[in-house]
Nanobody, 123 residues
Framework: QVQLVESGGGSVQAGGSLRLTCAAS????????GGWFRQAPGKKHEFVAA????????YYADAVKGRFSISRDNAKNTVYLQMSSLKSEDTAVYFC????????????????RGQGTQVTVSS
């Protein structure tokens, strides 16, 4: 059974930092690209960041470029999202997803996704 479990969310003031972790099990994770998406209340989900299966290629949404950093540790079947200089508009449920092939920014092209972790940024 494939599982993606996010952790590390919480409440933080604007300008603060959080590190999200996505732990994968039940799949050969090193064969998958890893992505982070978020969904704010009343809004459609949006792409945040993604990383290739080797970890050498990363992608970011314009809204988080320069503030967020994605990384992975294939030995631990884990993908991380380091978030800095957080803004109130970053408030959302963040969830990770795993993909073998497809458009990196398109959630429907991902094979698996987690349930998410809440991030709340207060101004």
């Amino acid at each position: 059974q494939v599982q993606l479990v996010e952790s590390g969310g919480g409440s933080v003031q604007a300008g603060g930092s959080l590190r999200l972790t996505c732990a994968a099990s039940g799949l050969r994770f090193r064969s998958y690209a890893g992505g982070w998406f978020r969904q704010a209340p009343g809004k459609k989900h949006e792409f945040v960041a993604a990383i290739g299966w080797t970890g050498n290629t990363t992608y970011y949404a314009d809204a988080v470029k320069g503030r967020f950093s994605i990384s992975r540790d294939n030995a631990k079947n884990t993908v991380y999202l380091q978030m800095s200089s957080l803004k109130s508009e970053d408030t959302a449920v963040y969830f990770c997803a795993a993909q073998t092939i497809g458009a990196i920014e398109n959630l429907s092209d991902y094979d698996y996704r987690g349930q998410g972790t809440q991030v709340t940024v207060s101004s």
